[in-house]
C-alpha cells in the first residue's frame, strides 16, 4: 500500500538543519495552509491547518538553502502518524482549546 499527501501553504518560521550522527541531514519546518469560504449567512470563515515536515538528506540542504519565513512551498510526502495515538499530534493550546498537528516526511 502506498500514502502521498501533497499540501500547498506558506512557512510558518524559518528551516532549522541538523545532522544524524551518520551524517545524513535532516530539515524540520512548518508550514500553515489556509482555506477560506462563505457560509451560510455570508460571513467570511476562515481556516488554518499546520504541518510538521521533515525532509532528509539533499533535499533538507537545499530546504534549507533556500526556504525562508513565509516562503510559499509545495511539499509531497507521507503523513507520519503520532505513534502514541495512532493520528495526529493532539496539544493544549494557551487559551485551554486543543489543537493537532500532523507531520509529515
Known sequence: MYQKITIVGNLGSDPEMRYMPDGTAVTNFSVATNRKWSDGH???????????????????????????????????????????????????RQDGTVGASYEIQ
Not at 532528509?56 to 538553502?65: F, I, L, P, T
Not at 526556504?67 to 496539544?91: M, N, Q, W, Y
Request: hydrophobic share 30%; charged share 25%; proline share 6%.
Open 42 to 92: 455570508g460571513n467570511q470563515q476562515e481556516e488554518v491547518t499546520w504541518f510538521r515536515v521533515s525532509a532528509w538528506g539533499r533535499n533538507a540542504e537545499n530546504c534549507n538553502q533556500y526556504l525562508a519565513k513565509g516562503s510559499k512551498v509545495l511539499v509531497e510526502g507521507r503523513i507520519k502518524p503520532d505513534p502514541v495515538t495512532g493520528g495526529p499530534k493532539t496539544f493544549l
